[in-house]
């Protein structure tokens, strides 16, 4: 199969999964989520059909300004709901603290040994503590909730950046806006965790992808800016490996369709993988860690992908346990596959399809993304706004209901906007922002149902979604447009 024929079936594989999440979810929701989402649908079409009519002169200045405002609410939102660390957020708190009172880890290295994909996030929260601290005392949650309130605020203002050239200021306006309205985005604003610390380098990383296959560009640039996706696609697979999926989703364009793009593509994995050879040695050599027990406590890939296999695929208590048990990562390694082939057996094709059906109810149909029983495990201090987002909170429901509603709307929009993107006939225009978003969103959902999976991994993706939600309603209204005009004539 050449290359134009393997982008089609890429891209009608897309079009099938997100069109299957969109069936699934909408047959678990009530009525009333349905009729609120259809009431949310509209709105959201008048908003678009207003920025149709304003003018993009001041447009960029407005929504830097309305970025701005976003993150100063989100860090009081933040503040009024913040909760004492906990689960793997309180583990990298603390490990933060430990890094900083003692210059290594000394008391919480083992957890390190065990998940070190949740090292470079303490040393990334680490170091902007102790940026801060240049500045006076500091108290370590507030300063973790101001740098996850700018972490959400810069991801959201790189996605409009990324946006404005290839589908036009207002598109990516009304994109931001959505962002600006998403209940999960504030949900998550205390929670300074990996979910919301690696959102504007995946970002960042659209946006040097988008200007690197920019046709425009010449070699000089198109080296620089894959220089610099490599960069950022590093520090996102460090915080997120999903983060990271907005260069694979490039490369795939690139090597299917975009072969000019194959100097920017050169450029960003040798600075990707000379970033990641030199992180290894640095560790190796920083004294912060013992790395010489690695393998006893180190869970492999394989024991998450036969979490994954389990009820509906989220994180097992007991299967950790189980594993952490076993003396080396070679044990928990054979143990994991003869589960897995075990579990496979058990399940037929059947019971797999069945498996996988509830697996994407459970990721994908929760549209406060798992933050609400994370808000209820440590309350820090009881405020008017638990009586929001907690679920025996007096408006819980409405909060919840606004968040659900927009969840379904932009299933809709997900599933609307990958047919439209399937059935597009020809190459792809020169601004590859599109495919590459399309791309990046279908690797995220294709690998959530082989690994442990949770709706907050689908966090740092909820920028995305506000694009492609506002691409195909712009497309919608310009259809329509053009047949109300076309009727005129």
């Not at 908003?47 to 407005?62: N, P, V, Y």
């Not at 108290?139 to 700018?150: D, G, S, T």
């Not at 638990?386 to 927009?406: C, E, N, P, T």
């Given at each position: 199969?050449t290359a134009?024929?393997l982008?089609?079936a890429a891209?009608?594989?897309?079009a099938a999964?997100?069109?299957?999440i969109?069936?699934?979810?909408?047959?678990s929701?009530?009525?009333?989520?349905i009729?609120?989402?259809?009431g949310?649908?509209?709105?959201?079409i008048a908003?678009?059909?207003?920025?149709r009519?304003c003018a993009e002169?001041?447009l960029?200045?407005?929504?830097?300004?309305l970025t701005?405002?976003?993150?100063?609410?989100?860090?009081?939102?933040g503040?009024?709901?913040r909760?004492?660390?906990?689960?793997?957020?309180?583990?990298?708190y603390?490990?933060?603290?430990?890094?900083?009172?003692n210059?290594?880890?000394?008391t919480?290295w083992?957890?390190?040994?065990?998940?070190?994909?949740n090292l470079?996030p303490?040393?990334?929260i680490?170091?902007?503590?102790r940026?801060?601290a240049l500045f006076?005392?500091v108290?370590?949650?507030p300063a973790?909730?101001?740098?996850?309130a700018?972490?959400?605020?810069?991801a959201?203002?790189?996605?409009f950046?990324?946006?404005?050239?290839?589908?036009g200021?207002r598109?990516?306006?009304a994109?931001g806006l959505?962002?600006f309205?998403s209940a999960?985005?504030?949900?998550?604003?205390p929670?300074?965790?990996?979910?919301t610390?690696?959102?504007p380098?995946?970002?960042l990383?659209l946006f040097?992808?988008?200007?690197g296959l920019?046709r425009?560009?010449?070699?000089?640039?198109a080296?620089?800016?894959?220089?610099?996706?490599g960069a950022?696609?590093?520090?996102a697979?460090r915080?997120?490996?999903?983060a990271?999926f907005?260069?694979?989703?490039?490369a795939?364009?690139i090597?299917?369709v975009r072969?000019?793009?194959?100097?920017?593509l050169?450029?960003a994995f040798?600075?990707?993988?000379?970033?990641?050879?030199?992180?290894q040695?640095?560790?190796?050599?920083?004294g912060l860690?013992?790395?010489?027990?690695?393998?006893a406590?180190r869970l492999?890939a394989?024991?998450?992908?036969?979490?994954?296999?389990?009820?509906?695929?989220?994180?097992?208590?007991e299967s950790?346990a189980?594993a952490?048990?076993?003396?080396?990562a070679?044990a928990?390694?054979?143990q994991?596959?003869?589960?897995?082939?075990?579990?496979l057996?058990?399940?037929?094709?059947?019971?797999?399809?069945?498996?996988?059906?509830?697996?994407?109810?459970?990721?994908w149909n929760?549209?406060?993304?798992?933050?609400?029983?994370?808000?209820?495990?440590?309350?820090?201090?009881?405020?008017?706004?638990h009586?929001?987002?907690?679920?025996?909170?007096?408006?819980?429901?409405l909060?919840r209901?606004?968040?659900q509603g927009?969840?379904?709307?932009?299933?809709?929009?997900?599933?609307?906007?990958s047919?439209?993107f399937?059935?597009?006939?020809?190459?792809?225009?020169?601004?590859a922002?599109?495919?590459?978003?399309?791309?990046t969103?279908f690797?995220?959902?294709a690998?959530?149902l082989i690994?442990?999976?949770?709706a907050?991994?689908l966090?740092n993706?909820?920028p995305l979604f506000a694009?492609?939600t506002?691409?195909?309603?712009?497309a919608a209204?310009d259809k329509?447009?053009?047949?109300?005009?076309?009727g005129?004539?």
């Amino acid at each position: 199969m050449t290359a134009k024929p393997l982008y089609r079936a890429a891209r009608i594989l897309c079009a099938a999964l997100f069109t299957i999440i969109f069936v699934l979810c909408i047959l678990s929701n009530l009525l009333s989520d349905i009729l609120i989402a259809a009431g949310i649908l509209l709105l959201f079409i008048a908003i678009c059909a207003l920025l149709r009519r304003c003018a993009e002169k001041r447009l960029t200045l407005l929504f830097v300004l309305l970025t701005v405002g976003f993150g100063v609410a989100l860090y009081f939102f933040g503040m009024d709901i913040r909760v004492r660390p906990s689960w793997d957020f309180g583990r990298i708190y603390n490990g933060a603290a430990d890094l900083i009172q003692n210059g290594r880890f000394e008391t919480t290295w083992s957890y390190y040994l065990e998940s070190v994909n949740n090292l470079f996030p303490t040393l990334w929260i680490a170091g902007f503590v102790r940026l801060f601290a240049l500045f006076g005392p500091v108290n370590m949650l507030p300063a973790l909730v101001a740098l996850n309130a700018a972490s959400i605020a810069l991801a959201v203002l790189f996605l409009f950046f990324a946006a404005k050239a290839a589908v036009g200021t207002r598109t990516a306006f009304a994109a931001g806006l959505l962002c600006f309205i998403s209940a999960p985005l504030y949900a998550y604003s205390p929670i300074c965790y990996t979910d919301t610390l690696s959102m504007p380098f995946m970002t960042l990383c659209l946006f040097l992808c988008a200007r690197g296959l920019d046709r425009q560009r010449g070699k000089k640039g198109a080296l620089l800016f894959g220089a610099a996706a490599g960069a950022a696609a590093f520090v996102a697979y460090r915080l997120k490996p999903t983060a990271a999926f907005p260069l694979i989703a490039a490369a795939v364009v690139i090597l299917l369709v975009r072969r000019d793009g194959l100097r920017f593509l050169a450029a960003a994995f040798a600075v990707f993988a000379l970033c990641m050879g030199g992180y290894q040695f640095w560790l190796g050599r920083s004294g912060l860690i013992d790395l010489s027990d690695l393998d006893a406590y180190r869970l492999p890939a394989m024991h998450y992908l036969r979490m994954g296999l389990i009820g509906n695929g989220g994180y097992n208590g007991e299967s950790h346990a189980a594993a952490a048990a076993l003396p080396d990562a070679a044990a928990r390694t054979a143990q994991a596959r003869e589960e897995i082939a075990a579990l496979l057996r058990e399940y037929g094709v059947g019971g797999l399809l069945s498996h996988l059906v509830e697996k994407i109810r459970y990721t994908w149909n929760d549209g406060l993304y798992y933050a609400t029983p994370i808000l209820a495990q440590d309350v820090y201090q009881y405020t008017d706004l638990h009586q929001i987002v907690l679920s025996d909170g007096k408006y819980f429901a409405l909060w919840r209901g606004w968040a659900q509603g927009m969840q379904i709307v932009t299933l809709g929009c997900l599933a609307a906007g990958s047919i439209s993107f399937a059935a597009r006939r020809g190459r792809n225009d020169d601004a590859a922002l599109m495919p590459v978003v399309w791309f990046t969103l279908f690797g995220v959902a294709a690998f959530l149902l082989i690994w442990e999976t949770r709706a907050r991994y689908l966090v740092n993706c909820i920028p995305l979604f506000a694009l492609c939600t506002a691409t195909i309603l712009f497309a919608a209204l310009d259809k329509a447009g053009a047949k109300i005009s076309a009727g005129k004539k």
